[in-house]
């Protein structure tokens, strides 16, 4: 365990935000865990990943739990599956290319998706189709309540669209400590319907796929919509894509007929919240040091030394015109701290 004052958080967030913690806990095993309480004290406190789905409005004032915990193993597999069970703190795009190198099916969508896996669960991450939720077997979790370890299977979980148990009922409450993942070696399913996937693998006359072949388009295809982090700060799509039922989805088709849309299982539609961004004239739209993404309308940038303040101010008038426009409330998918 490492443990700093006054703690600079811009290499710590990907929008470079120049913000600092009052105090840094940095963990590497789980039986660190156990001091945790007489670091924190009465002060508030934020476990932290990689730092990719938060913008810090202010300095935080509290304790910030850096996760640094790794490892991944095999622990169980026949011959179609494969379990494997990965710490919180590994680099979860890594998860992915070891995956499928391994030829494991499953995850391969999810390439190039910033962030540690500990955080995968809490966001139910999801790209092109597929979501984390749909591999997952279990979480393991330190309660900071019942200074105990609980494993929750899938259900308990309570998964829905960028959601879960962790992001309500269990916030604040609760350390990732791994996740175990059901991934298939053979009779492999593959999700190429949704985005531009299958355009790729027909323009690249691909027959015949392999998990290696979609992550790598996957990869092609977000470098070539997403700006790079390390270039520009951001934290990929700040927005979720709203849900809207049957009838507000074909008032909306009469009177945009190119809307993007999306059904879904319940009967509604997920509308695509960058595609109404742009239609509100604001793709490349500046506010002060911040910018929606001039090739991804998704996409907020810290474009000029923005503030947590400049991005949060563009965010709300982003809500704003969309609302205005489509009468569609568009919510933050980034964690914002305030």
């Not at 795009?93 to 669960?121: C, Q």
């Not at 092109?128 to 609980?150: A, P």
């Not at 053979?186 to 985005?195: D, F, L, P």
């Amino acid at each position: 365990m490492k443990i700093f004052e006054n703690f600079s958080l811009k290499n710590h967030n990907t929008f470079h935000l120049d913000v600092y913690a009052k105090k840094c806990v940095i963990l590497e095993n789980t039986d660190e865990l156990k001091t945790l309480d007489q670091i924190i004290g009465n002060d508030k406190f934020l476990i932290l990943g990689g730092g990719s789905n938060v913008l810090f409005v202010n300095d935080f004032d509290g304790v910030i739990i850096k996760n640094e915990i790794k490892g991944k193993e095999i622990i169980d597999e026949n011959d179609e599956y494969v379990n494997v069970k990965i710490k919180s703190g590994e680099v979860w795009h890594e998860m992915v290319m070891w995956s499928v190198k391994n030829n494991w099916n499953g995850i391969e969508n999810l390439a190039l998706i910033p962030g540690t896996v500990g955080a995968a669960p809490v966001q139910n991450i999801g790209a092109y189709g597929v979501e984390v939720k749909d591999v997952l077997q279990n979480v393991s979790i330190y309660n900071f309540e019942t200074k105990k370890i609980e494993v929750l299977n899938n259900d308990q979980c309570k998964f829905s669209y960028r959601n879960s148990i962790f992001k309500n009922e269990l916030k604040g409450k609760f350390f990732i400590l791994e996740i175990v993942l059901q991934l298939r070696k053979k009779n492999h399913i593959y999700h190429t319907s949704y985005g531009t996937i299958n355009t790729e693998l027909e323009k690249r006359n691909i027959k015949e796929i392999n998990p290696q072949i979609i992550a790598e388009i996957v990869m092609d295809i977000r470098k070539s919509k997403l700006p790079d982090p390390e270039k520009i700060g951001n934290a990929g799509s700040f927005f979720k894509n709203p849900e809207v039922s049957k009838n507000k989805y074909h008032e909306l088709k009469n009177r945009y007929s190119d809307i993007v849309a999306y059904p879904v299982e319940n009967g509604n539609y997920k509308l695509a919240a960058g595609w109404m961004i742009e239609h509100c004239g604001l793709k490349g739209y500046e506010y002060k040091g911040a910018a929606v993404h001039d090739k991804q309308a998704l996409v907020l940038v810290n474009k000029n030394n923005a503030s947590g303040k400049d991005i949060l101010e563009l965010a709300k008038i982003i809500i704003q015109k969309v609302f205005d426009k489509f009468a569609v409330k568009l919510e933050p998918e980034v964690n914002i701290i305030s």
